[in-house]
């Protein structure tokens, strides 16, 4: 072998090595639990009204950890404001303004990434003011709890609130429907 062959085939193979080495790990896909529960589920029922300026909570947890890369609504065309809480220390864990403008499909909002623990309960709550549309989607022969996936939705919740973040002054639950309606992107660890 010549020189030129060798000093080719070294910096070949180092270059391979490096690129190699820094190759990143592929990632998971991103699942849609909130409209995976709904598709399976529940049956739309269509907007109503809001009578008064409420929040809108879905109560779930994860069989397995991952991650909320994603923060989403379903509702009538507007900007709403949602917030991801811890269920324990109600610790809000992320907010996000996220607009609306087809009533018929999700819109979400990039937020940094939020660890999900495996069996632990959050809460995602999606502010409606007063007078804004509020989609409905019951579930005709279930109540809550209910699980699709790898995620156990534990109820819905309605509360008297200004603020997304806000749950302190709940009025009561939804047996058999998700009422705004918050969702998420989920990655799987």
Do not use: W
Not at 173 to 183: A, H, L, Q, R, T
Request: glycine content about 8%; some cysteine.
């Amino acid at each position: 072998m010549n020189k030129t062959t060798k000093l080719f085939t070294i910096v070949a193979f180092t270059v391979t090595t490096l690129f190699s080495a820094c190759k990143k790990e592929e990632e998971k896909p991103a699942t849609k639990p909130v409209e995976d529960a709904m598709n399976a589920k529940f049956v739309n029922d269509g907007l109503g009204s809001s009578g008064g300026s409420n929040n809108y909570v879905i109560v779930f947890r994860a069989a397995k950890a991952g991650k909320i890369t994603h923060i989403g609504a379903r509702n009538g065309a507007g900007t709403y404001s949602l917030a991801l809480l811890d269920s324990s220390s109600l610790a809000v864990l992320r907010t996000v303004s996220v607009t609306v403008t087809d009533s018929t499909q999700f819109s979400y909002s990039d937020v940094e990434d939020v660890n999900i623990a495996a069996n632990k309960t959050y809460y995602l709550s999606m502010h409606i003011p007063a007078g804004k549309k509020i989609l409905y989607y019951f579930m005709e022969e279930e109540e809550f709890p209910v699980t699709v996936g790898n995620f156990t939705f534990l109820n819905s919740l309605y509360m008297g609130s200004t603020s997304a973040s806000d749950l302190s002054n709940e009025y009561g639950n939804y047996d058999e429907s998700f009422v705004g309606i918050p969702g998420f992107l989920f990655v799987e660890n």
